[in-house]
């Protein structure tokens, strides 16, 4: 599985950025992390308290529990989509002094903001103890490499541009549920028929699921260079292209329920999932939720690239690190040890719907969806989520979080937004 080679100069460099990962030093990887724990256990902080992701996780507990019986986990996970409870009560931790033994972040740049703190370490040494830079594709050890240095092990590897639709839905409505869209405008005239039809078109949730949406109406309608460049300085956040994709994320939301603000991911799927909304836009941690509820791909529900999107993987990964000043350094190391594993990254990617980092597991273990996102991610052209974590620091996404919550619930105009969304990213 390689990290796709179409990917331009621009991109590239974009996605080097983007997900470099932060430093420990010590060749076992604890480096000065100087926990005077014994060891014997792990708090693990997460946000995967619920559904998939909680399936994900106790998986991979189960794993851990094989291979390292005489440390106990401890479960610190905080319920909020995409981790925002999660990261607010994290960030306050951090700052007190009191950090977990590891915690889940996003690959990419959400961790620049922990780094540039010092609150994190270095395991590089764990990558060479845990023969990592042979099981995961040499490519992504590039991208997770900043000045000889790595911040984070990754447990998986999402694709965010994925459009989810329910099939007897879209029959009854005269709409062909295999179509191919080339664009969004096609697209759109398919949620118009629904939404004259009296029909939920296009199922979204809170404000982080609002700005997973806008970023792949922005993929779709700038490609991914230009899409790149808005991380990087070379895409004007200000220009009528930039201005056209905003407008179009205008029509988009137009197409949604109204009791949006008040749900979170899993309620937006489940939309799909009973026929109440024919699309949504949404990871591929959403197969799980199909799956588990006995639907199947093909037969009750489409999954498809974001219209205008076909070809291109937008890229995330969950992934622990190694805080400074962890209590249970040992403990840390063990999880990451698991969490690495071919064995842990099975069980784990096999629940939530993700595919694993490491080349070396075995496509046979996974769903059909799984094989055909490893297929892509080895083949199509890859670029940075924007709502998870990969394009921009913490502190930027909160900006553009804002400016879109205050832009979809009427507060601000579009030429607001835009200029909103210009200083949020000002400096890239």
């Known amino acids: 599985m390689r990290v796709n080679r179409k990917v331009s100069a621009v991109a590239a460099g974009v996605a080097i950025a983007a997900l470099t990962l932060g430093a420990c030093s010590g ?5 000065s992390s100087g926990g005077s724990g014994s060891g014997d256990e792990v708090e693990v902080f997460t946000w995967w308290a619920a559904g998939s992701e909680k399936a994900g996780l106790d998986a991979l507990v189960g794993v851990f529990d094989d291979q390292h019986p005489d440390i106990e986990f401890v479960n610190g996970a905080v319920a909020g989509g995409a981790g925002s409870a999660a990261k607010d009560l994290l960030q306050s931790r951090l700052q007190a002094g009191d950090p977990p033994d590891t915690f889940q972040a996003h690959a990419g740049m959400e961790l620049q903001d922990y780094i540039n703190a010092g609150q994190l370490e270095d395991v590089s040494g764990l990558y060479d103890e845990f023969n990592l830079r ?46 191919s869209y080339a664009s969004l405008d096609e697209w759109f005239a398919d949620l118009e028929t629904l939404q004259d039809a009296g029909v939920t078109p296009l199922s979204v949730a809170t404000a982080w699921t609002q700005v997973h949406l806008l970023e792949t109406i922005l993929l779709a309608d700038l490609g991914p260079e230009g899409y790149s460049g808005l991380w990087d300085g070379s895409t004007d956040w200000e220009g009528a292209e930039v201005t056209a994709a905003l407008e179009d994320f205008e029509q988009a939301m137009s197409y949604t329920n109204d009791d949006r603000d008040g749900l979170d991911w899993p309620e937006a799927t489940q939309m799909v999932i009973d026929g109440n909304a024919a699309f949504n836009v949404m990871g591929d941690w959403a197969i799980a939720a199909f799956e588990e509820q006995d639907k199947q791909l093909g037969t009750d529900f489409t999954a498809a690239p974001v219209p205008g999107t076909d070809g291109v993987f937008d890229f995330l990964a969950d992934s622990f690190t190694l805080p400074t000043g962890a209590p249970n350094p040992e403990g840390s190391e063990a999880w990451l040890e698991t969490v690495s594993s071919v064995e842990g990254q099975t069980a784990f990617n096999a629940a939530k719907g ?44 909160n900006l553009i979080t804002d400016a879109t919550s205050k832009f979809t619930s009427g507060a601000s105009d579009l030429a607001a937004f835009q200029s909103e969304l210009a200083a949020a990213t000002a400096g890239s």
């Open 27 to 31: 060749s076992s990887g604890s480096g």
């Open 354 to 397: 993700s595919i694993p980092a490491r080349e070396d597991a075995d496509p046979a273990d996974f769903s059909e969806y799984q094989q055909s996102a490893m297929e892509s991610f080895s083949q199509d052209t890859i670029v940075s989520s924007l709502a998870h974590g990969a394009a921009v620091p913490v502190s930027q996404l």
């Open 134 to 179: 042979e099981a995961f594709p040499e490519d992504l050890m590039e991208l997770l490499t900043q000045d000889g240095k790595i911040y984070s092990i990754p447990s998986n590897i999402h694709r965010a541009n994925m459009l989810w639709s329910n099939r007897a839905v879209l029959e009854d409505n005269g709409i062909d549920p295999d179509a």
